[in-house]
């Protein structure tokens, strides 16, 4: 058994120093002569657009390899764990800490982060609190606008939409249903027909639309709170359309995924609105923290970006990321 | 090698079965040493680690009451979820810190009697009894709170987390709790009568123990450390969430495993959980320092969970 415990050790020791190239030397090295330190804390790495997120990060501290050492932990969407994440870090004394809090109860360890010198910069999510140093995201309420003005347009002002949510209570949903009603509200020919929760995700948009479309009304749009449920709302018309017909308008929001543009590209779906992920600007601005300037604003809002059939090869080659 | 460990089993075996926490310990922080010596022994995070202990620690040493028994508590996590919820909603809603602390410890306390009770009462196995308790227990703190987190504690429990003499007062709460604990069960006739019933439970039924008492005593004090934890962890994340908690009795079983507790009962100490609750921490942080995936490392646990509860089993069954 003694062998097995230094087997175990071998093992945990080829383990650590693998994963620790990513971070480079700074775990041994003497303070001074190294490299500034930038962490990144992420809320959970497991939806689409969360890879697609980790993923430019990761390419964008890549690019600046020579002047940073760069390390990202995944919460796995627990709060008390990104706080102990958060307080390990500390302990590195980075420079930057880049976090998507997974709720606002990882408040107490970004500001005690913050109290330290540590610049903070929010990632798409923001605290009940004024100390951090910027907040980068999207802006969920324009692109629920900017998706209304699309189906105006495709609809003449007239027609039918259903409207696929996502969970109730969160925020983007909210936001992306306010944007859209806005533009709905200055076209009086379009009805709005306010569909279920749907989570978000696929399987449920699908088993809703299925008992929707039971109900054998015309609808000319499906206008869905993100990609996953457009999908799950198209495959649900195609199974009950199998000879096809003229297929409502099916739009989409968050453009983080290869498949959506493939089916963009199949005219299965015909838009959908980039939701950017901010980990790429979020490295850019800790560069130039770290460069000793400070940052525009302390709210920062990345631009959306329509996908359609005209715009699918272009977005793909600006786009190396997408989740497969 | 199954044939060698067999031969010199009285000698090796018996002695790795005893320290097997401090023997891995002491390479966890050797390797650290090797590894992160800048960072992992710095005095800013020893203060870390005591943070992070402070609720895994007291949770181990309420579960190594019902392991002691031969049991096993799997609803603490759900607990947790509950009294944090529970307690975060009586903060914001004014109630005052020390009926709420009460309040807390006292719910904690009756579950994890009702468990025992349950558990002697109906002969059912306390797997089965607490895994019903940690679906019911984790749904109720969904319905208490209404689906949503509770915000807006403020500092109200800050004094929990703050330091006294360089140590936070949550570490402690551990080590007092620790240290009780170690009496308890070495001290007094209930410590032993715990230790009696795990190693043999018809033994002691023959000897005319109180069975159903001894198995309330046991899940009362670890629902009662539970409660203590979920003190702790409201502090620290200044919340009530009907998610906090998830998987954390298996960070608890896990410490006491490796401290060298038989899963079957009877042996072992809760000085043992301590070390194994510091090595869980050390090993987790240190995998933080050294910039590994979290799911990298949670397999590293699962073996390492493997291999404690294998040198626990050998020559015992």
């Known amino acids: 058994m003694k062998f097995g415990i230094g087997l175990l050790a071998a093992l945990l020791m080829v383990g650590c120093s693998k994963g620790g190239d990513t971070a480079g030397t700074t775990g041994g090295a003497a303070p001074g002569g190294e490299k500034p330190l930038v962490v990144f804390s992420q809320a959970n790495s497991q939806d689409p657009w969360r890879k697609v997120f980790d993923a430019e990060t990761k390419a964008a501290a890549d690019k600046h390899k020579d002047h940073i050492d760069f390390d990202m932990q995944d919460a796995g969407g627990d709060a008390a764990k990104q706080n102990n994440i958060v307080d390990t870090f500390l302990v590195r004394n980075p420079k930057v800490l880049l976090i998507s809090p997974t709720e606002t109860s990882v408040q107490s360890s970004i500001e005690k982060a913050f109290d330290a010198g540590v610049h903070v910069i929010l990632l798409d999510r923001a605290i009940d609190s004024e100390k951090f140093t910027a907040l980068i995201g999207g802006d969920n309420v324009d692109i629920g606008r900017q998706a209304g003005e699309y189906v105006a347009k495709r609809l003449n002002g007239k027609g039918t939409v259903l409207m696929i949510q996502g969970i109730a209570q969160a925020t983007p949903t909210k936001d992306r249903r306010s944007g859209f009603m806005e533009v709905m509200a200055k076209n009086p020919g379009i009805k709005v027909i306010e569909g279920d929760d749907c989570g978000y995700q696929r399987q449920k948009a699908r088993s809703y639309m299925e008992t929707f479309l039971q109900k054998g009304e015309k609808i000319d749009c499906v206008y869905a709170h993100n990609d996953e449920m457009a999908i799950g709302a198209r495959l649900a018309w195609d199974a009950a359309n199998p000879s096809g017909g003229t297929a409502p308008v099916f739009v989409g929001i968050d453009a983080c995924q290869q498949e959506v543009v493939d089916l963009i590209k199949a005219g299965k779906l015909d838009a959908t609105f980039k939701y950017p992920t901010p980990g790429a600007a979020g490295v850019e601005l800790a560069m130039k923290l770290i460069g000793g300037e400070k940052p525009d604003s302390k709210k920062i809002v990345l631009p959306t970006e329509i996908v359609t059939k005209d715009t699918a090869d272009a977005y793909l080659t600006a786009n190396p990321n997408l989740a497969k | ?317």
Do not use: H
Request: aromatic residues 10%; contains cysteine; hydrophobic residues 55%.
């Open chain 2, 1 to 317: 090698m199954a044939v060698s460990a067999a031969s010199y089993r009285n000698i090796w075996v018996v002695w790795l079965q005893r320290y097997q926490g401090l023997i891995g310990l002491g390479l966890l922080l050797f390797l650290a040493f090797v590894l992160a010596p800048g960072t992992f022994y710095k005095p800013t995070n020893l203060a870390n680690i005591l943070n992070q202990l402070a609720v895994p620690g007291i949770m181990a040493v309420g579960m190594t009451f019902v392991i002691l028994t031969g049991g096993i508590d799997l609803s603490v996590g759900s607990l947790l979820g509950l009294l944090n919820c529970i307690v975060a909603t009586w903060l914001v809603s004014g109630t005052g810190i020390a009926p709420t602390i009460l309040y807390a410890l006292f719910i904690g306390t009756f579950i994890g009697a009702l468990l025992g009770y349950i558990v002697s009462v109906t002969r059912l196995q306390p797997f089965i009894v607490t895994l019903a308790a940690m679906v019911s227990l984790r749904g109720l703190a969904y319905v208490y709170t209404n689906n949503g987190t509770v915000s807006g504690l403020g500092s109200k429990l800050d004094f929990l987390v703050k330091p006294i003499f360089g140590i936070p007062v949550s570490a402690w709460i551990m080590l007092v709790v620790t240290a009780v604990a170690a009496v308890v069960l070495w001290g007094t006739v209930f410590g032993r009568n715990v230790y009696a019933l795990g190693g043999n439970e018809e033994a002691a039924r023959y000897a005319g123990l109180k069975l159903t008492w001894i198995r309330v005593g046991a899940y009362a004090a670890n629902g009662l450390c539970v409660a203590l934890a979920a003190l702790v962890f409201t502090a620290r994340n200044t919340n009530g969430d009907p998610s906090a908690g998830t998987a954390y009795e298996l960070d608890a079983i896990s410490a006491v495993v490796v401290g060298g507790i038989s899963l079957l009962g009877g042996t072992g100490g809760v000085l043992g959980t301590f070390v194994g609750a510091l090595f869980i921490v050390c090993l987790n942080v240190l995998l933080i320092l050294k910039g590994v995936n979290t799911y990298v490392g949670m397999g590293w646990k699962g073996l390492i969970i493997l291999i404690a509860v294998y040198l626990q089993n050998i020559g015992r069954r």
